[in-house]
């Protein structure tokens, strides 16, 4: 089993949407194992996303992802990583497949409802970054 770092993103968390989107991972076989609901402040935003510094929408990223609370969730299960990323579909909503996170609820590729880790590294990473171990409950 594998584990992955999950964030409901403000855009989701403002129009309600957590328990449908929870209910996207649950019905794929994911499981959360750990979640919490919290305001990032704009430079732990850039801490967390610090690999896209140089990206030229990283301050408008930063300032979104501090625009409003966040759910930050530890999800558990059999390549928890791929299918995590395939539930959220592609980053921009308008390639994202239907049936998928991104295509049923975002907006633009900028307020794309979701963030999921996308190697075990990174997994492993952005877990400690939120989570203690003793937060986290399989
Ligand atoms: P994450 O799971 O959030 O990491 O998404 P991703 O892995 O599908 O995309 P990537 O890591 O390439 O980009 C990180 C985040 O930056 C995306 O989820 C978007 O929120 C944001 N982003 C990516 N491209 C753009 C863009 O062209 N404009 C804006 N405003 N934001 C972008
Ligand atoms: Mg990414």
New binding site residues.
């Given amino acids: 089993t594998e584990h992955t770092l999950s964030?409901i993103?403000p855009d989701a968390t403002k129009r309600n949407l957590t328990g449908k989107i929870n209910a996207k991972f649950e019905d794929a076989g994911l499981r959360i194992v750990a979640q919490k609901r919290i305001q990032l402040t704009k430079a732990q935003a850039g801490e967390f996303?610090k690999?896209?510094a140089e990206?030229?929408?990283y301050d408008?990223?930063c300032e979104?992802m501090a625009s409003g609370p966040v759910v930050v969730q530890v999800l558990e299960g059999d390549g928890a990583i791929a299918k995590n990323?395939e539930v959220?579909g592609?980053?921009?909503p308008a390639d994202a497949d239907a049936g998928t996170i991104r295509a049923e609820f975002s907006e633009?590729?900028?307020?794309?409802s979701?963030?999921?880790?996308?190697a075990p590294e990174t997994a492993r990473e952005e877990i400690a970054y939120f989570f203690s171990g003793l937060e986290i409950v399989g």
């Avoid at 633009?108 to 794309?112: A, C, D, I, P």
């Avoid at 979701?114 to 996308?118: L, M, N, R, W």
């Fill in positions: 964030i993103k996303y690999v896209h990206r030229p929408f408008e990223l979104f990323r959220m592609a980053t921009n633009s590729v900028g307020e794309n979701v963030h999921g880790s996308d």
